[in-house]
């Protein structure tokens, strides 16, 4: 097979990288992707680092069984963690969503930085460490919220439950920031929530910026699938039977994923 007609591959926890994938798709329409949430251990957030790491070479090794070109990890914790340990041991570019991110918040002029992720990226500072080494003088508030991966994976995302969890979370930051970075790729999906209660301020997610780099890859290494339209394929690592309809409601397709146990 030509390499240009190897799939992308794309890891997650669970649905989060939806977010990802959705924007991979809107400027790499002719690319095969594989996708896979790990939703037997999610959510990542709150396990240790050693474990995240382990789960994170997992993910990887399944994804080049599956010959893929590229992976990236639309995992927040991933990429925070384990990221900056292990991306350059598997002979394929590896990207991950902090850094692309950080980007996009530098490309603003903002002063006053918000930052909300699971537990284990906001403990790791990476957001706060990246932003910082850039613009020394940025005033950055940072905190986790743990909840909101749930209530996503639950189907949660515009309900009650969850606008009175954000509100009780994001309460430090009203008034507080200009712009708020979703340090979670599973966050993007509760947008309107978020915006309801913080009204005014801009929402950084790093789908948009991921997928931009991915293109700028994959035509610098010559890798661009130029034909038909690409063909998606999912991998689960237990039953989740919210993640169809989360897969439906962000891509505004059905699709029936796999679900493996040897991960």
Known sequence: MNKKDLPIGIFDSGAGGLTVLKEIKKILPSEDIVYLGDTAHLPYGAKSKSTIIKLSISNILFLLEKKVKLIIVACNSTSSVALPLIKNFFGVPILGVVEAGVEAVLDRKAKRIGIIGTSATIGSMSYQNLIKKRRPKAKIIAASCPLFVPLVEEGWVDSSVTELVAKTYLKGFKGKVDLLILGCTHYPLLKKVISKVLDKTELIDSAEEVATKTRDILKKSNLLK???????????????????????LVLKRKFKPTVVSNI
């Open 226 to 248: 130029s034909k038909k339209r690409g063909k998606i394929s999912f991998f689960l690592t237990d039953n989740s039977p919210v993640f169809p309809k989360l897969a439906e």
